[in-house]
C-alpha cells in the first residue's frame, strides 16, 4: 500500500511570500491519482488540484500544482490571508479502489 | 450543489449510528457519493463509497465489517450507518460527492460534516 509523507509539518510564512508544499508517495503513481485538498478550522476539505496540476473550479491562478513519480508539490505563489489553512495531499488507486491522504501541511502566519 | 448532513449524535459504544446527506443542485444518479471521517485534530480517512446509479459500493478495510452505505434516489439522500462502534469512531463524518468521469477522480462538494460522539 502507497504511503503519501507531507513536508514541512508546519510552514509559517507571511502574507505575499510563496509556499511550496511537498507530497511524497513511497513508490511511483500516476499524477492522474493525485489531488490536493485545502482545510480550514470548522470548514470541511476544499478541492484545491486534481490530476496533480489542474486547478479545481473557483481556484485561483496562484496555486499551482506540479509533480510525477513519487515527488509531488503544492506551490502558492503569493500567500493571502484566506490561504492560511492545512492542506491534504491524496491518492486514488483505482483497483480496489483505495483513497490514501497524506497527514497534512499547516501554513500558519509568521 | 449543496449537500447537507445531519446533525451531530451522541452514542454509547456498540451502538450504531446513521448520518444522512441530502444532496440538491445536480443528477444525484450521475455521480457517486464518499463517505470520509475526520477524528479531532487528526487527518482524513476514507470509509466507502457507493455508485448511486447501480448501488454498487467499495468500503474501506478498517471498516468494511461494520459500515454500510445506501442511497435513495427518491429523495437524493445518501447514508452511512457504522455499527459496533467504539471510542475511537468519535469524529467529524463528511460525504463529498465524487466526480469519477470527464478525468482523474476527485471530492469536488462537501457536507459540512457530522460530529459523532461514542461515549459511556
Known amino acids: 500500500e502507497v504511503v503519501l509523507t507531507q513536508s514541512p509539518d508546519t510552514l509559517s510564512l507571511s502574507p505575499g511570500e510563496r509556499a511550496a508544499l511537498s507530497c511524497r508517495a513511497s513508490q511511483s503513481v500516476s499524477s492522474n491519482y493525485l489531488a490536493w485538498y485545502q482545510q480550514k478550522p470548522g470548514q470541511p476539505p476544499r478541492l484545491v488540484i486534481y490530476g496533480a496540476s489542474s486547478r479545481a473550479a473557483g481556484i485561483p491562478d496562484r496555486f499551482t500544482g506540479s509533480g510525477s513519480g513519487t515527488d509531488f508539490t503544492l506551490t502558492i505563489s503569493r500567500l493571502e490571508p484566506e490561504d492560511f489553512a492545512v492542506y491534504y495531499c491524496k491518492l486514488y488507486r483505482k483497483s480496489p479502489p483505495l483513497f490514501t491522504f497524506g497527514p497534512g501541511t499547516k501554513v500558519d502566519i509568521k | 450543489v449543496q449537500m447537507v448532513q445531519s446533525g451531530p449524535e451522541v452514542r454509547k459504544p456498540g451502538a450504531s449510528v446513521k448520518v444522512s446527506c441530502k444532496t440538491s443542485?445536480?443528477?444525484?444518479?450521475?455521480?457517486?457519493v464518499i463517505w470520509l471521517r475526520q477524528a479531532r485534530g487528526q487527518g482524513l480517512e476514507w470509509l466507502g463509497w457507493?455508485?448511486?446509479?447501480?448501488?454498487?459500493?467499495t468500503y474501506a478495510q478498517k471498516v468494511q465489517d461494520r459500515v454500510t452505505i445506501t442511497t435513495d434516489t427518491s429523495t437524493t439522500t445518501a447514508f452511512m450507518e457504522l455499527r459496533g462502534l467504539r471510542s475511537n469512531d468519535t469524529a467529524i463524518y463528511y460525504c463529498?460527492?465524487?466526480?469519477?468521469?470527464?478525468?482523474?477522480?476527485?471530492?469536488?462538494?462537501w457536507g459540512q460534516g457530522t460530529l459523532v460522539i461514542v461515549s459511556s
Open positions: 443542485g445536480y443528477s444525484f444518479t450521475s455521480y457517486s
Open positions: 463529498a460527492r465524487v466526480v469519477a468521469v470527464a478525468g482523474p477522480v476527485r471530492f469536488d462538494y
Open positions: 457507493i455508485s448511486v446509479y447501480n448501488g454498487y459500493t
